[in-house]
């Protein structure tokens, strides 16, 4: 219906959910990475088939639709996933795994399951948006404008913009949202910071404009957006129509991006896990229409801070680590802030990595070794004293995570890009 493709979820979704507490309106925002159909190019280099979430986010709307939080769920996220029926035929059976593998076991009901077993809030519609979709959504606004600090060149993600201010459609807008290695630290949480502020400026482009105060742009743009639309069958265009009208008084500085507080997956530093502690008092704030907690203390800072990355020069030392690893290994710090020199020295095989640092390097040794726990620290009185030797031997090393967000702060809409 209006040109939307629609899911009977109700027998899916089983009896045991939470319950409904006011009047407010909890969506599930789902970006599929499927190849099928007009998405077909985007897999075919790889050899991707197959579909999974790309981007998981919970919106929350008021019951007076006077403020909207959306909370983003990291797709590498390690949960427990419930018993889901499959779109056909077959049931998939209770399991521990990544986020993403919900949706790629049994669709966008499975991922509904999961988060309100996870959470305790009730979702009331989904809504599953594809590659295309995305591009006819920020073309139908006109485009969507975003902020680089430097100029960008990424191939692999299709990704060309200059650096600063500028307006993104289409193709771009998708590189944008999507990229890893060109932008950022190459995270998954660095990617979603990046996506809510990208949705931060589409929350901008509606409210300042006529898209949501004139109802003829609403139903244009509703009518390009939702091509490509999956949602379930009580949300049809008739209904997203009437749910915009509702929104046409909310402004962009009511509009609250957050991550679900995180921490690090101990037998796998790729993979996170959430955060119970902080995680609980912002769905129940969800749940109850509340205030969002506030970010915990930092607990004081005891002894000298450790030196910034960009304080911090580095020569990569090759010493039988594959090269591909190396590479990795050099692209990553630099994109951390460390100055890496250019060259990439070669050194005898050594099983162990190791930090070689003189006396006077001792702070920058102690600043790398927080990002590269698994060098061992290894002081040289005949070491250069102006920087650090990062030698990479069979045994390879590993970045740690990058900072894990919390709930405070987040994204607003209403924000100056290039602030």
């Not at 295309?132 to 975003?146: E, H, N, P, T």
Request: hydrophobic share 35%; charged share 25%.
């Amino acid at each position: 219906m209006g040109g939307i493709e629609q899911e009977n979820v109700t027998d899916k979704l089983g009896t045991d959910r939470p319950k409904k507490l006011n009047k407010s309106l909890n969506i599930l925002l789902i970006g599929s990475d499927t190849r099928e159909g007009d998405n077909a190019r985007y897999g075919a280099a790889a050899g991707m088939s197959g579909a999974r979430s790309d981007t998981t986010i919970l919106l929350h709307l008021s019951p007076n639709r006077d403020h909207a939080v959306g909370i983003s769920f990291p797709r590498d996220s390690m949960v427990k996933i419930p018993a889901c029926k499959k779109e056909k035929r077959g049931t998939v059976p209770a399991q521990f795994g990544m986020l993403n593998a919900a949706f790629a076991y049994a669709g966008p009901t499975c991922t509904w399951r999961t988060l309100e077993s996870l959470t305790g809030i009730h979702i009331d519609h989904f809504v599953q948006v594809d590659f295309a979709g995305f591009k006819r959504m920020v073309d139908a606004l006109g485009g969507v404008q975003i902020c680089v600090d430097k100029p960008v060149n990424d191939p692999r993600a299709e990704l060309h913009l200059k650096a600063g201010k500028q307006t993104v459609k289409g193709e771009e807008a998708l590189g944008y949202v999507r990229a890893r290695y060109s932008l950022g630290n190459g995270s998954d949480l660095e990617r979603i910071e990046r996506q809510q502020k990208f949705m931060a400026s589409v929350v901008d482009k509606a409210t300042s404009g006529s898209v949501l105060s004139d109802p003829a742009k609403t139903y244009k743009f509703l009518k390009a957006a939702t091509k490509s639309m999956t949602t379930d069958d009580d949300l049809d265009l008739a209904a997203m129509r009437k749910l915009a009208d509702g929104l046409r008084g909310m402004s962009a500085g009511q509009v609250r991006f957050v991550t679900v507080p995180v921490e690090r997956y101990a037998p796998d530093p790729n993979r996170v896990q959430w955060n119970q502690e902080l995680a609980k008092p912002l769905f129940d704030a969800i749940k109850h229409d509340g205030e969002l907690p506030a970010e915990p203390a930092k607990p004081a800072q005891t002894g000298p801070a450790p030196l910034a990355p960009a304080r911090v020069h580095v020569t990569v030392v090759a010493a039988g680590a594959k090269d591909k690893l190396v590479e990795r290994v050099v692209r990553q710090l630099r994109q951390r802030g460390y100055k890496v020199a250019k060259k990439v020295e070669k050194g005898s095989e050594t099983a162990e990595s190791r930090l070689v640092y003189g006396a006077a390097a001792e702070p920058q040794a102690t600043a790398l070794a927080r990002d590269v726990p698994n060098a061992m620290l290894a002081p040289d009185t005949k070491a250069p004293q102006d920087g650090v030797r990062l030698v990479i031997g069979t045994n390879g090393v590993r970045l740690t995570p990058p900072a894990i967000n919390k709930i405070g702060g987040g994204v607003k809409g209403g924000q100056k890009l290039c602030g």
